[in-house]
């Protein structure tokens, strides 16, 4: 694992208790080569009407805080039809 992506796991490790406690969690695919983070949203996450502003306002803010050379996050199976 590399540095990044310690980095980002212990970022995610921070918001997980809250996400868990929603029946849901997060878990980390990839960081791509121009500092994107791609997330899966899993459990209650991937279909609550809350799940966007999840990923901005907690997870993306929780992870752009600890690790300030992300420029954003991604949920890979979150659908932006709102």
Not at 30 to 46: R, S
Not at 62 to 81: D, H, M, T, W
């Amino acid at each position: 694992m590399s540095d990044l992506s310690k980095k980002v796991e212990d970022a995610l490790d921070q918001i997980r208790p809250y996400l868990q406690a929603d029946g849901g969690n997060v878990s980390l695919v990839e960081i791509t080569d121009d500092f994107v983070v791609k997330v899966e949203l899993q459990g209650a996450c991937k279909s609550c009407s809350m799940s966007m502003m999840t990923m901005k306002a907690g997870i993306e803010e929780s992870i752009k805080r600890a690790v300030p050379e992300i420029k954003s996050v991604e949920a890979v199976n979150l659908s932006l039809a709102i």
